[in-house]
């Protein structure tokens, strides 16, 4: 089945503690980006990467850090977590970087920062 | 990007049609028109996008005005797994980031 998971679902931690949280897609799509979702802010696209080895930063990309060393994944990496990341988060992948494609996402993570 | 204005929510009955407009009168004529919608507890899913013709696919209808200032979405027989959020894009091909307004929640009643 075509899809995009993420890893953990949910994730309670505290201030300063580093975390990963993962994405994985198994539909050979160059095309990642990683959103957060917070009440009266809509989505919004933290970091995007078009292709292996290629990122760049949305809009609000700062507290976070990615990589892409392999086309299927696509993690998110918080190195010193703060209560403002408190939220929810979604991987997203398409086939390529255009304004026709569909975009998939991940069922989400939602993370607390204590 | 051009700006969109959507109903805070709307209501439907289930099995009756539903329309939901979109007002997006500064896209560009490059400019697609995405339509996603997000179910409680889920990531957002496509449902369909067009350029200028109306669009049908199996989820629903696209409907777009003829100056492309406004849209429309069409589901034909509401049923109650779509109730959710639904978000009208304009998309530029300049790149690939969907931003998301804060779209139109769709209630179905039984």
């Known amino acids: 089945e075509a899809q995009v998971t993420q890893n953990p679902r949910y994730l309670i931690t505290v201030t300063g503690k580093k975390l990963t949280v993962t994405c994985s897609q198994n539909?050979?799509?160059?095309?990642m980006s990683w959103y957060r979702q917070d009440p009266g802010l809509g989505l919004r696209q933290i970091y995007y990467s078009m292709n292996v080895e290629v990122t760049d930063k949305g809009d609000v990309p700062e507290g976070y850090k990615v990589s892409r060393k392999e086309k299927r994944n696509f993690p998110l990496i918080l190195e010193s977590p703060s209560p403002n990341q408190t939220s929810l988060y979604f991987c997203a992948s398409s086939p390529s970087w255009g304004a026709v494609e569909t975009q998939y996402f991940g069922p989400g993570t939602r993370l607390l920062v204590l | 990007d051009a700006k969109t204005t959507q109903p805070n929510s709307m209501e439907s009955n289930e099995e009756e049609p539903v329309h939901l407009p979109c007002n997006h009168s500064t896209i560009s004529g490059t400019d697609y028109i995405h339509w996603y919608r997000q179910l409680p507890s889920q990531g957002p899913e496509y449902v369909i996008h067009?350029?200028?013709s109306n669009v049908n696919n199996r989820m629903a209808s696209l409907a777009i005005a003829e100056d492309r200032k406004s849209s429309t979405l069409i589901l034909h027989r509401a049923t109650l797994r779509d109730a959710a959020v639904y978000y009208c894009i304009p998309r530029t091909n300049a790149g690939n980031m969907l931003t998301f307004g804060g779209g139109t929640r769709l209630m179905v009643k039984p």
């Open positions: 539909m050979n799509h160059e095309y």
């Open positions: 067009g350029l200028t």
